[in-house]
């Protein structure tokens, strides 16, 4: 079965500072998903990548897929108290997009 | 637009009760599944389902039913429940046959079984 693994599983950087996540795939990815989530609540999607080699940003976070599709980073930069939180990619293993399965999460900590 | 609605957002149960955890969606999505979050395991898939009347397994079902009677509504049933249950579940729902649909989660559900 696919898995989806996460590197760092925690983080505490100093806010201004940049950070990157990353995911990565044992197969082909067919949907790449990135979510947050703060402790108690419920996931907030922030982007989502299909196309090898593709790059989204919003505000200060950026998603890249690799062109071969099986890896996914989140750069964030200059950071601030609000980006703290847990990360998780989640991918769609067929191509109908059923079935997502999701990485255990990279936990953020921003000191200021 | 409510978005999807998971109810209750608390729960204590004793070993061996059964209940239904409530999910709605008012979006019209044909997909919706239930996951269960556990620390150190990430989120983990228990059903899932492509439109009324059809629902599949996801990786962690033993001890939970499902069944999506309607578009709206996916309860998740637990039958007899166990400590091991003791989790936080999320419902989610997305567009189906759309790879670029995100799924949109409830709040979640924290049940402890006692």
């Known amino acids: 079965s696919q898995e989806l693994e996460q590197s760092p599983q925690s983080l505490i950087v100093q806010e201004g500072k940049n950070l990157t996540i990353n995911c990565t795939s044992s197969k082909t990815l067919y949907g790449l998903y990135w979510y947050k989530q703060k402790y108690g609540e419920g996931l907030i999607f922030l982007m989502m990548?299909?196309?090898?080699?593709e790059e989204k940003s919003h505000e200060k976070i950026t998603a890249k897929l690799d062109e071969k599709k099986q890896q996914s980073s989140l750069h964030i930069t200059a950071s601030q108290p609000s980006h703290a939180g847990i990360y998780l990619c989640?991918?769609?293993?067929?191509?109908?997009?059923?079935?997502?399965?999701f990485g255990k999460g990279t936990t953020l900590s921003v000191s200021s | 637009n409510a978005g999807v609605t998971q109810t209750p957002k608390f729960q204590v149960l004793k070993t061996g009760q059964s209940m239904t955890l409530q999910c709605a969606q008012d979006?019209?999505?044909?997909?919706m599944s239930w996951y269960r979050q556990d620390p150190g395991m990430g989120l983990r898939l228990i059903h899932y389902s492509v439109g009324a009347g059809i629902t599949d397994q996801g990786e962690v079902p033993n001890g939970y039913n499902v069944s999506r009677s309607t578009t709206e509504d996916f309860p998740l049933r637990l039958l007899s429940a166990a400590p091991s249950q003791t989790s936080v579940y999320f419902c989610?729902?997305?567009?189906?046959?759309?790879?670029?649909?995100?799924?949109?989660f409830g709040n979640g559900t924290r049940l402890t079984v006692t």
């Open positions: 989640g991918a769609a293993p067929n191509q109908a997009g059923t079935a997502l399965i």
């Open positions: 989610a729902s997305a567009r189906q046959g759309r790879t670029n649909s995100p799924l949109h």
């Open positions: 979006m019209n999505h044909e997909y």
């Open positions: 990548l299909q196309k090898g080699g």
